[in-house]
């Protein structure tokens, strides 16, 4: 059995939220394959850790260990992670970055010692990611700020193996701006479906099994 831990960032209502329908479709898909593994959710809005923001005032007491010790530890407690996100203004969102600079922590989920020409040596490994996004823009239209692949670069840093990420484009053009998010997911569906079935395949490994290796 997996324990699997499916983090929403978007600040979106939920019925109206692309990046929502799509990381439901998928997990709906994936539970029909695994219907023994743990679904944990994260919804990063219903957390007062996702809503703290570094900066110069509390830069000495952010690190603590109930906002960042507490998911780093929830990280390395499950087996996959399925992160869905919008693009906000270019980036991730808000939510979603304070998530990340909450977890992405020196000696806890990557670290420098032993590393060769200063690269960071993960320290996630165990860890099976499918990272699924959204955006109102069609793909490639804004190359410089392409959140999927900074999400999915972040999480290789961590030791993480990451699948093929699912992005869902263009729900803002003309021609798919009338569709509710429902509706322009079913048009993904099938690569939604596909992915999920061979996410549900992946072997589950544990933190300190692999660590040890």
Not at 118 to 129: F, T
Not at 134 to 139: D, E, K, R, V, Y
Not at 179 to 194: G, H, W
């Amino acid at each position: 059995m997996s324990k699997v831990l499916v983090i929403k960032a978007s600040m979106v209502e939920k019925n109206i939220s692309y990046s929502n329908e799509l990381v439901d479709r998928f997990v709906k898909h994936y539970k029909e394959q695994n219907t023994n593994d743990q679904i944990i959710e994260l919804d990063l809005n219903d957390v007062p850790m996702a809503q703290i923001t570094l900066n110069r005032s509390n830069m000495k007491t952010f690190f603590n260990e109930q906002d960042s010790d507490f998911y780093i530890n929830q990280l390395k407690n499950v087996n996959k992670v399925i992160f869905a996100c919008p693009m906000t203004n270019f980036n991730v969102c808000a939510t979603a970055k304070n998530y990340l600079d909450h977890v992405l922590v020196a000696n806890k989920t990557f670290s420098y010692k032993y590393s060769k020409k200063g690269e960071a040596i993960g320290l996630l490994p165990h860890l099976n990611v499918q990272i699924l996004t959204s955006q109102g823009a069609p793909l490639g239209w804004y190359p410089w700020g392409n959140h999927t692949e900074n999400l999915k670069g972040t999480f290789e840093f961590m030791g993480a193996k990451v699948v093929n990420p699912i992005i869902v484009d263009g729900t803002k053009i003309p021609e798919n701006a009338s569709k509710t998010p429902s509706q322009r997911i079913d048009e993904f569906d099938a690569v939604i479906k596909s992915s999920a079935i061979e996410f549900a395949k992946l072997e589950s490994k544990e933190w300190w099994d692999v660590l040890k290796k």
